[in-house]
């Protein structure tokens, strides 16, 4: 292996370091303590993780966690009414739905209830618009986290060519704003794309995020280039047991690369890492305070 490895762990590691200061100061200087709402509805196996992964490190970090479990046949009009209390509620100052929803709930409706000034996923209209001319907003947590390890990696990000793999609402179109937003000439490619290698081939920084188990090989990325692998993909291993890999080959990309995300241990842990930043960022605009340095876009 040639390319440096990117360490996400370890990266989210010093995140949430920076965010429990902030908290601190927050609590000790202006008796604020931030709060997270975290919304399941249903029983989804990898969801149910995911929220109490969420509520664990949003208390390590010194703020005050809200879980609300909902039953799998919740009607869209109870959790409206939920969503309603939790905007109202000057002790939360984010709100998270975990998605998916069950197919009867309009996943559209349920996010543009949220307050966007509460919406630390950053997936409601307005956040969505304001990321796209620009303006200040909140910047959905996978795309930030990719951001923040890009900036650390390379200072500047002008004039790199940068392609992005997925189109997705959540990680593909928001990396790509992102990236445009840092003077990046962006790429989003997709599975209609034509030639993908060759577009890949293009990429100073190649972001992937399909969900497809390593589908992109070493010979499509360019020597030298920053390989930010988002997919976290479930796949059989050896012996029966399972194994999560990316969506690129690690070990043929990292011989062509100049640096690289592993998985596990690379995007995967500054995606809550950054929800805990946008907690803390949410507080302080709430409250007319500054916002902490670095872990904002
Ligand atoms: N499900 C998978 N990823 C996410 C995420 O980033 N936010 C929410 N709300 N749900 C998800």
């Known amino acids: 292996m040639t390319a440096t490895l990117i360490d996400g762990k370890a990266f989210a590691a010093r ?5 429990a200061d902030h908290v601190t100061r927050l609590r000790e200087e202006h008796g604020l303590i931030p709060g997270l709402a ?21 208390v390590e970090t010194g703020m005050a966690s809200f879980e609300h479990k909902l039953d799998a046949d919740t009607s869209e009009a109870e959790l409206l009414a939920l969503i309603a209390k939790l ?6 100052h984010g709100i998270l739905v975990q998605l998916p929803l069950p197919s009867h709930l309009n996943s559209d409706l349920v996010i543009n209830a949220i307050d966007p000034a509460k919406d630390v996923d950053g997936f409601h209209i307005s956040n969505v618009g304001l990321l796209g001319t620009g303006q200040k907003s909140m910047v959905p947590c996978t795309p930030l986290g990719c951001l923040m390890m890009l900036r650390d990696h390379h200072g500047s990000l002008s004039g790199m060519n940068a392609v992005v793999v997925g189109r997705s609402n959540i990680v593909g179109k928001p990396m790509a704003q992102l990236l445009l937003g840092e003077s990046c000439t962006v790429t989003i490619a997709h599975s209609r794309t034509r030639d993908l290698a060759e577009v890949c081939r293009r990429a100073d920084i190649l972001v992937t995020a399909v969900g497809r188990p390593e589908m992109i090989p070493g010979d499509w990325v360019k020597p030298g280039a920053t390989v930010i ?17 990316g969506d690129v080959q690690f070990d043929s990309c990292a011989a062509v690369a100049g640096a690289i995300t592993p998985v596990p241990g690379g995007v ?10 946008n907690t803390v960022t949410a507080c ?10 670095g872990l904002t876009a």
């Open 268 to 277: 995967g842990p500054m995606t809550i890492a950054c929800l805990l930043a």
């Open 87 to 92: 905007n109202a509620d000057t002790k939360i």
């Open 284 to 293: 302080c605009r709430a409250n007319g305070l500054a916002e902490p340095e």
């Open 15 to 19: 995140v949430r370091a920076k965010v």
């Open 38 to 58: 975290v919304v399941l509805v249903g029983e989804d196996p990898a969801s149910q993780v995911y929220v109490r992964s969420k509520g664990k490190q949003t």
């Open 229 to 245: 692998d988002v997919g976290i993909n479930r796949v059989e291993g050896e012996g029966g047991k399972t194994r999560l890999v």
